[in-house]
């Protein structure tokens, strides 16, 4: 049998133990709150053995969530267009997450599964407040206040995952089956107003 191809030497198992090992560490520690050594000493490897395998804790965090984009790329696609041109980008960019042949069906199926499984969620989560939302701090910090952030990048998601869960999991018509530009044109002015608008909130800010 044509063994795989890799850097990977070493037990066949250990790899899936550190993954394993880290779903669990993740789950319950929260990325801030895991790291490399954590998670050597749960898989019962040496935290060098990690690195070989994963690299960082960012690239093993990814491995685990599996998700269907790669956050850079999509945070260079939603600023192609300057900081204005965002709100509209940021729903597009999501539409085409949801209806990719191959984002589609793994970003639904990352949805589904938060919803039926506490450890899902909770990964799913993290991955939003690491990957993608601190990149949008950074995008953004000359823009709003950046007391404001998380509140205003956790309202932004509300309205994604409830568009997503709406559109393509329950399938609302006549959302359903809108064409992009209608969908674009009803969901942006909320996201300009969570981006860039009086939250009328001053008191949830989150440093």
């Known amino acids: 049998m044509r063994r795989r191809s890799g850097r990977r030497p070493g037990k066949p ?9 880290a779903r669990a560490t993740f789950a319950e520690r929260g990325y801030d709150g895991s790291s ?11 935290p060098a053995l990690v690195h070989h395998y994963f690299g960082s804790k960012d690239e093993l965090f990814l491995e685990v969530v599996k998700p269907p984009i790669e956050p850079g790329a999509v945070m260079d696609r939603i600023f192609a267009e300057g900081i ?3 709100p509209e980008n940021v729903v597009r960019v999501f539409l085409g997450v949801c ?9 639904l199926g990352l949805l589904r599964g938060a ?3 506490p450890w899902q969620a909770l990964l799913l989560r993290e991955f939003f407040s690491t990957q993608i939302a601190r990149r949008v701090v950074r995008r953004l910090e000359e823009a709003v206040d950046p007391a404001e952030l998380p509140l205003r990048a956790s309202l932004v998601s509300s309205q994604l995952f409830g568009l997503a869960m709406t559109r393509y999991v329950l399938r609302i018509q ?9 969908v674009v044109a009803a969901m942006a002015p909320n ?4 981006i860039f608008g009086d939250l009328g909130a001053a008191d949830l800010k989150a440093g």
């Open 115 to 117: 919803v039926g499984h």
């Open 13 to 21: 198992d250990t790899r899936g133990a550190i993954l394993e090992a």
């Open 36 to 46: 490399i050594r954590q998670i050597a000493a749960s898989a019962g490897v040496d």
């Open 174 to 182: 006549p959302l359903a089956d809108a064409s992009t530009e209608v």
């Open 191 to 194: 996201i300009r107003r969570y």
């Open 99 to 107: 209806e990719g042949p191959v984002s589609g069906p793994a970003f």
């Open 84 to 86: 204005e041109a965002a």
